[in-house]
């Protein structure tokens, strides 16, 4: 079976003969991956050629690169570079190196250090947009119906997914279609968004939303450091402080010494009105909940921050309407995996995708949505100041059915 958009997070590229992760691609196409469940896998990058060389993966890899980067986001850079003292240090030592061999021509000197902060910026926008260790990626995969391919890394089996997303064009020139960037940079987070039932098991027709399996640690980081700006502004208003809350999976979590702080976070969000004095100490336990998770990064899959922030049915209303993978899931799903079926049979298939997909947009049925939710752009020269959390910035266009629950879908028609 094929699911039209599934999500990995990449942790870097396979060097088989080595048996090393790399910061770029290796020769076979081997990525080592972690699932939207948080599962290890190795992600297989295969093309529409007969046959994938190395050089078709770096050259594809680069036209996507360049693809997404505009020359204002450089600018935009250079002129942040302005503001970073330890940049301003490492140009005054170029230049003055640049002095020594090549005179004080003040002309010679502007257009030199102009050059210099170009070529800076360009180095961090190129990095920023270059598909590694780190990003979240949207792809196309296959799944056997037969028995689950396996693959060896360091002496561990893991499941093999196999991606025809390497895409080139007629002419043998890559494309830009395929392989797409979901969360590139810490400021679009990655969530996962779930319906909430009562303790009778009732549908409330809510959505609660949680950092994502797939998020890096920087978007965990950027997450908590928001939770605690937002809390904050609480304090200093002298108003009720609404505490976000934490998720966790007891039986990974409970003989940890972080589990006294887990609790303690778990015992002050259950209240309805806390102190200043309570929201400051909840400030200092998600601090060290951040600390531990960047010392265990592991642990970043067990521990999830959720949003403090709700999602209606509404909202999936107004979603589907939009042109997300999920909004196009009744078509894409049946169009890549019932193609040589009938009109009659593959329109039945689609009526039947779409009564699923209302029962989930209605959170009416168990699932999993994967989503982007995206804070104001970051700047390199100064610290966030984001806080609080709106449904605005939950983007429409991102969503996701999760692998397992697109799976299920397969089972079901």
């Known amino acids: 079976m094929i699911i039209p958009a599934a999500i990995f997070r990449i942790v870097g590229f396979i060097n088989k003969t080595a048996q090393t992760l790399e910061n770029e691609v290796q020769e076979g196409g081997l990525v080592f991956c972690y699932s939207d469940q948080g599962n290890p896998l190795i992600l297989k990058l295969e093309s529409n050629k007969k046959e994938t060389t190395l050089e078709d993966l770096k050259k594809y890899l680069i036209n996507k690169r360049d693809s997404v980067i505009k020359q204002k986001e450089i600018d935009s850079v250079a002129g942040e570079l302005d503001y970073i003292e330890d940049f301003e240090i490492e140009l005054e030592d170029a230049i003055e190196k640049f002095k020594e061999e090549n005179g004080n021509d003040r002309k010679a000197v502007l257009k030199f250090k102009k050059e210099y902060k170009n070529e800076k910026a360009k180095e961090i926008v190129y990095k920023r947009r270059t598909i590694g260790p780190g990003s979240v990626i949207k792809v196309v995969i296959s799944l056997s119906e037969e028995k689950q391919q396996k693959e060896m890394f360091k002496g561990i089996e893991y499941n093999l997914i196999k991606s025809r997303c390497i895409i080139f064009d007629q002419e043998n020139e890559p494309t830009t279609t395929g392989l797409y960037f979901y969360a590139q940079t810490p400021n679009a987070i990655p969530v996962s968004i779930k319906p909430i039932f009562n303790k009778e098991g009732e549908a409330l027709n809510l959505f609660k939303i949680s950092l994502s399996k797939v998020a890096t640690i920087e978007h965990f980081n950027h997450l908590i450091d928001h939770m605690i700006r937002s809390v904050s502004r609480f304090i200093e208003a002298e108003e009720n402080a609404f505490l976000p809350r934490l998720e966790y999976n007891y039986e990974k979590v409970k003989s940890l010494e972080i589990f006294k702080t887990i609790k303690k976070i778990t015992e002050l969000t259950k209240k309805k009105e806390v102190s200043y004095q309570e929201a400051s100490k909840f400030i200092e336990y998600l601090l ?34 939009k042109t997300s993978p999920l909004a196009k899931i009744k078509d894409t799903f049946v169009n890549l995996n019932f193609s040589k079926e009938n009109p009659e049979e593959k329109s ?47 983007q429409e266009d991102s969503l996701v059915l999760s692998s397992i629950d697109t799976f299920k879908l397969f089972k079901e028609i």
């Open 288 to 321: 060290d909940i951040k600390i531990f998770v960047n010392k265990n990064k592991k642990y970043m899959l067990f521990i999830e921050p959720v949003f403090n922030l709700l999602v209606p049915v509404s909202y999936f209303d107004e979603a589907l309407k």
């Open 348 to 394: 039945d298939k689609k009526k039947k995708i779409e009564k699923i997909l209302k029962d989930i947009s209605n959170g009416n049925r168990k699932s999993e949505i994967i989503g982007i939710y995206n804070t104001p752009a970051l700047k390199i020269s100064e610290p966030s100041d984001s806080w609080g959390f709106i449904l605005n910035n939950l």
